[in-house]
Structures are given as structure tokens and as C-alpha cells.
């Protein structure tokens, strides 16, 4: 008899389609305190990782290829990622979030207008992007031919990392 363990399923799974601006967006915990127009938000290391985070580990900043259209999808696991293949990719990073109030939000920017609420368990999380066609694009065209990947699950861990790197040729 096989016995199969399916924790890396997605307990929720959601399609993000929705427009910013200037190459970015944010994850956030609902009640988040954390300044993204700190100068130790958007540094120089978080634009080139494609990725910053708060000193109060509430909001994370994603970057994008494209100036403003998002496509992704968001998945909810129970557990970290078994993914390590990240050949198909062509940037891979990761950090911690903190999502005290239970309810994570995907904000656009400038305007943090909310394009998605998630419930989750009140905790500690480690989000995960993985990007794709981001040679292709024009940072300042609307539409571009990047999408997202982007997977949360409960982890105590806050460093920022990333796994693969996207050299602009």
C-alpha cells in the first residue's frame, strides 16, 4: 500500500490580474505599519533581489517587469515548497512575512487600492516569487509578456534570498 502526502498543494489558490504602477506591488498583513518609502525599503540589493521587505516584516514590495500590468498566481501551502528545479524560471527569491491580523492583502501601487484579501492563521510566513519571461520586456510599456508565481507558507524564517538570479543581458 502507497501512501501520498500532498503538503505542497495549495490550500487556496488565487489569479492576481490587475494593474499598478512603476514596476511594483505589495503583500502585506491587513493592519501593516511598515514604511515602503523608508530608504531602507527600496534599497539597491532589494531592487536588484526584485524583492524588498519592512524593518516591521508586515509588507513586503514585489518588483515587476512590466511598468504596470500584474499576472500571477498566488498559492496558499501548508507547508514550505518541495520546488528546487528552477531551470523554467528566470528569477527566483524569497523572504518572511508577518501577517498578525489573519488577513493578507495584495495592494497596487501608488494608490495601495487592495486587488485581493486572503484569509490565513495569524503568523509568521515565507513568501516565494518565482518570475518568467522578464527578458522580454519593456520596463516602462504597460503589457509585457512577465508572470508570477508566488507561493506563502507558514515559516519562521525572515532573510531574504535569492535562489536564481536574472541577469538583464
Known sequence: MAFFSFKSRPSARYRLDFFTKENQFYLCDSAFTGETGDPGFWTSSAYNDRMATAKDKDI?????GSFGHVKAQLDILDAASREK?????????????????????????????????????PGYYRIRVYSYDLANNDPEADEGTDHYKIELWPSHDFERRVLKQFVEE
Do not use: C, M, N, W
Request: charged fraction near 25%; hydrophobic fraction near 45%.
Open 60 to 64: 513586503v514590495g514585489l518588483s515587476i
Open 85 to 121: 528545479d528552477f531551470k523554467k524560471y528566470d528569477h527566483v527569491v524569497e523572504a518572511g512575512v508577518r501577517i498578525s491580523s489573519g488577513i493578507l492583502e495584495v495592494l497596487d501601487y501608488p494608490d495601495s487600492k487592495i486587488q485581493l484579501k486572503a484569509i490565513v492563521t
